[in-house]
């Protein structure tokens, strides 16, 4: 049976006809801010205490958009006649995230937790030159990185955390058995009577 004519703009109608009766979703942005997932990648935040100069993130990037300069000081020795030692000290960390591509290698490689990702994206710029955050933009995005998610109750003990359990109970057992131990060296002479034996009766008296 041949198709009737105009039958296909028919149906096209009555679905534009149900969508038009149905409520609009849309969320009214700026004035209403879109519900981000807890691990969306907005922009990266940097915790500076953290930061060693190891360079591995600049390394490891793979558009080449972070900017690391610094200088070594030397530190004097510890105790006399040590050694001095020198360590590197952070002049300057910037991310240009007109490049970034927003792959996260550099927070996954970073060994000291230095880079962590926030949700907030609205940075934008009007210069792409501005786009370009320097270390102190990028510590203040540090306190929008939302908490870490909690643990699950089911999932293993972490190893670390179950070898320093199991050392602090054996200190503790080691412990108790030596104060056990110089008790009874203090007072040799004093025997605890064990209360599931009788205890033998008084002697009587002469009648």
């Not at 990037?61 to 030397?74: A, F, G, L, N």
């Not at 926030?118 to 939302?146: C, G, N, Q």
Request: glycine fraction near 4%; aromatic fraction near 6%.
């Amino acid at each position: 049976m041949p198709p009737i004519p105009g039958s296909g703009l028919a149906k096209g109608l009555a679905v534009t006809l149900r969508t038009m009766t149905k409520r609009s979703h849309t969320a009214q942005y700026p004035e209403v801010q879109p519900e981000l997932p807890p691990r969306s990648r907005g922009v990266i935040g940097l915790f500076e205490e953290n930061c060693t100069v190891c360079m591995l993130c600049a390394r490891e990037c793979p558009d080449w958009c972070i900017y690391i300069d610094s200088h070594k000081e030397t530190l004097p020795a510890a105790a006399p006649g040590g050694r001095e030692r020198s360590r590197n000290v952070l002049d300057r960390f910037a991310i240009d995230f007109s490049l970034c591509m927003y792959c996260g290698i550099c927070i996954e490689v970073c060994p000291f937790d230095a880079l962590f990702w926030s949700p907030e994206f609205e940075y934008a710029e009007t210069d792409i030159h501005e786009l370009t955050h320097e270390r102190d933009k990028l510590r203040e995005w540090m306190w929008t990185v939302p908490a870490p998610p909690a643990l699950d109750p089911a999932a293993e003990e972490p190893k670390e955390i179950a070898a320093a359990r199991k050392a602090v109970e054996k200190a503790e057992t080691a412990a108790a058995a030596a104060a056990a131990a110089a008790a009874a060296e203090s007072n040799p002479d004093t025997t605890a009577q064990d209360p599931a034996q009788p205890q033998d009766p008084a002697p009587e008296g002469d009648a």
